[in-house]
């Protein structure tokens, strides 16, 4: 067990659909990732939160947002959604931004039908 | 844009023996850390091991070692006295010192003959 939880672990919706994944990180982390595994383009990183302040971007679509909130758990919003959107969402947390390693939760599934 | 390449998509090995996989990377940076992660069929990313680059001395965490070549921008994986509970796929990751994301490779699907 990482520590990280993330709900819920399966989603299935509809194409134009939004949707809201949580992730509550391990008790002290303050930085928060979240990262999209799909078959067409692996593992990328979207979004990195530090202590309620966006830090870093990497392939998030316009379409999706995250926040971090005041207790440090996290949401990332996915919205107008299509086909190829189907993906595991995984979020990791980590004490600081720096070298510290990222634990990763469990994964949200989600569909698009 | 840093690069993570895994060029072995699936490797096999007979159980007890040893296998490496292979990663290599790209970056202009001198200051940057990798990681390898191991993610078995419950899809759970899992990490292995962690390697500072301003660090010469590989790491080594029980059965799991790295052959860490910074001027060759090399950083492959020896597991030792392979299990069936090794059997996974296998990503290599790269972080920066500007403390980005991780950047993955597409991975190395490990397979355990019993």
């Known amino acids: 067990d990482s520590g990280v939880t993330q709900t819920p672990k399966h989603l299935i919706t509809a194409t134009g659909q939004r949707v809201t994944l949580r992730c509550s990180p391990r008790s002290g982390d303050l930085s928060v990732y979240w990262y999209q595994q799909s078959l067409d383009q692996g593992l990328q990183f979207l979004i990195q939160?530090?202590?309620?302040?966006?830090?870093a971007k990497g392939n998030i679509l316009e379409r999706f947002s995250a926040q971090q909130f005041p207790d440090l758990h996290s949401e990332l919003n996915l919205s107008s959604l299509e086909l190829g959107d189907s993906a595991l969402y995984f979020c990791a947390s980590s004490e600081t931004s720096l070298y510290q390693p990222q634990h990763f939760g469990d994964g949200t599934r989600l569909s698009i039908l | 844009a840093q690069t993570v390449t895994q060029s072995q998509p699936e490797m096999s090995v007979q159980e007890a023996e040893t296998v490496t996989l292979s990663c290599t990377y790209d970056?202009?940076?001198?200051?940057?850390?990798l990681f390898w992660y191991k993610q078995p069929p419950s899809r759970q990313m899992i990490l292995v091991i962690r390697?500072?680059?301003?660090?010469?001395q590989n790491a080594t965490e029980n059965r799991f070692s790295v052959n860490f070549q910074k001027a060759a921008k090399s950083f492959s994986l020896k597991i030792s006295d392979s299990q069936l509970g090794d059997a996974a796929m296998y990503f290599c990751a790269y972080r920066g010192g500007g403390a980005d994301g991780l950047t993955f490779g597409k991975g190395t699907h490990l397979i355990i003959q019993p």
């Open positions: 939160y530090y202590n309620g302040e966006e830090r």
């Open positions: 390697q500072e680059a301003y660090k010469q």
């Open positions: 970056t202009s940076e001198s200051d940057y850390y």
